[in-house]
């Protein structure tokens, strides 16, 4: 694959079957031979295809059509796991919207208005709409994860105890080290209110590409052209992009933190007996 999502077109009529083919047997038979002049012009041939061979429109058009079905391959493949990995009522919704997208892909296929017309982008578009609900939910159950497993309050209770023995103690460096500990606390605080908004956004992107499919089921069979469901996709397809930007960034952040709940932080020093043999981290 080239950098620009296009197929290496010159790797293509190198590297497949039929001229390695070719070009090994013409090889083998010039040595096993000794017919040198064979192997010189299976070479020159092999030169001629390769500096003519990937401009050619049909040789352009059969390796695009093979790399489209190989990327839909691992596509589905991908979608599959992560889908397999959901909670049963997301892995059914994930499920139903597929079902929609079938239903709709063969109700253009029967449509007057769209025969004789290429549909495999409309077709490709529902496919990545499915991947993008699938991709959705799988970080919206880790953001919900996360939450699940944070006390809000007890973190709230944590800042304001830090704050407590900034203000209560005399010691300057045990008021230095409160403050941080206040400071990355808040910041956790803010974190978890970014992650909040995320699981609302994303959400509501959920809910809108079901919605929208479900009226996509129920226009596509009147629709004049696929040019209407192509622009209805790409509406849906923007807003997800933004929420999918989000979705990285939401997984950045959930990988630099732990999923441990907060734990109570005490002003006052612990006076239960030590464990013989056991080490304090100063």
């Known amino acids: 694959m080239a950098l620009d999502g296009r197929p290496n077109y010159l790797k293509a009529a190198f590297l497949n079957v039929y001229n390695l083919g070719l070009l090994g047997g013409a090889l083998t038979a010039s040595f096993a031979t000794g017919e040198y002049v064979l192997g010189a012009v299976a070479l020159g041939a092999e030169a001629l295809w390769l500096l003519f061979g990937p401009d050619a429109r049909p040789f352009q058009m059969a390796v695009n059509e093979a790399d489209r079905k190989d990327r839909e391959i691992a596509d589905r ?72 497993a944070t006390d809000f309050k007890e973190l709230a209770r944590s800042i304001e105890a830090q704050k407590s023995i900034e203000k209560s103690m005399t010691d300057p460096a045990v008021q230095e080290i409160a403050r941080k500990n206040a400071r990355v606390l808040e910041q956790r605080q803010a974190t978890i209110k970014e992650i909040q908004n995320f699981l609302a956004r994303a959400r509501g992107q959920m809910n809108l590409i079901e919605n929208s499919v479900r009226l996509l089921r129920d226009q596509v069979l009147t629709m004049a052209s696929p040019d209407q469901l192509g622009d209805q996709l790409d509406d849906l397809l923007t807003g997800v992009d933004a929420i999918q930007t989000s979705a990285k960034e939401n997984d950045a952040i959930l990988a630099r933190i732990s999923l441990e709940p907060i734990a109570p932080v005490e002003a006052e020093p612990d006076d239960r007996p030590r464990v013989a043999g056991s080490r304090v981290r100063e």
């Open 77 to 148: 493949e991908r979608v599959k796991k992560l889908t397999d990995g959901l909670p049963e009522r997301e892995w059914a919704r994930a499920h139903a919207l597929d079902e929609l997208r079938r239903e709709i892909e063969r109700d253009m296929q029967v449509n007057p208005s769209f025969k004789a017309i290429l549909l495999q982008t409309e077709i490709d578009k529902l496919a990545q709409l499915h991947m993008s609900f699938v991709s959705l939910a799988t970080a919206c159950v880790r953001a919900e994860t996360y939450l699940s």
